[in-house]
């Protein structure tokens, strides 16, 4: 497993833009599909986006597309998700998650890691 520890989050008002990242330790993280889910307050957790560790696809919720943006920098062991046009239904504590090796699924029962969260709040 790796631990993992998302920043970035606060509050921004609608319209604005907030990145988060998601700094792991433990190896290897080049390996791993990386992801980021959310959940709003009385409602389930609901993925985001993800990365595969191979590069080779990249997912977003139709709820983000063309807002939101994943990214990773293996070297720096760190997964990104810009947020931009933030909406109130965007409100949600955020959790980065990382798969076990080389497992390209982004069900969330694959990923074995998860971070505290970290909370986006964007007010109207």
């Known amino acids: 497993q790796v631990q993992l520890v998302e920043s970035g989050g606060g509050l921004v008002q609608t319209g604005g833009s907030l990145r988060l990242s998601c700094a792991a330790s433990g190896r290897p993280f080049s390996t791993r599909t990386m992801a980021w889910f959310r959940q709003a307050p009385g409602k389930e957790r609901e993925f985001v986006a993800a990365h595969t560790w191979s590069g080779r696809n990249i997912y977003y919720a139709d709820s983000v597309k063309g807002r939101f943006t994943i990214s990773r920098d293996n070297a720096k062991n760190t997964v990104y998700l810009q947020m931009n046009s933030l909406k109130p239904e965007d409100t949600a504590v955020y959790y980065c998650?990382?798969?076990?090796?080389?497992?390209?699924?982004?069900?969330?029962?694959?990923?074995?890691?998860w971070g505290q969260g970290t909370q986006v709040t964007v007010s109207s």
């Open positions: 998650a990382a798969s076990r090796p080389y497992t390209d699924s982004v069900l969330e029962t694959t990923f074995a890691s």
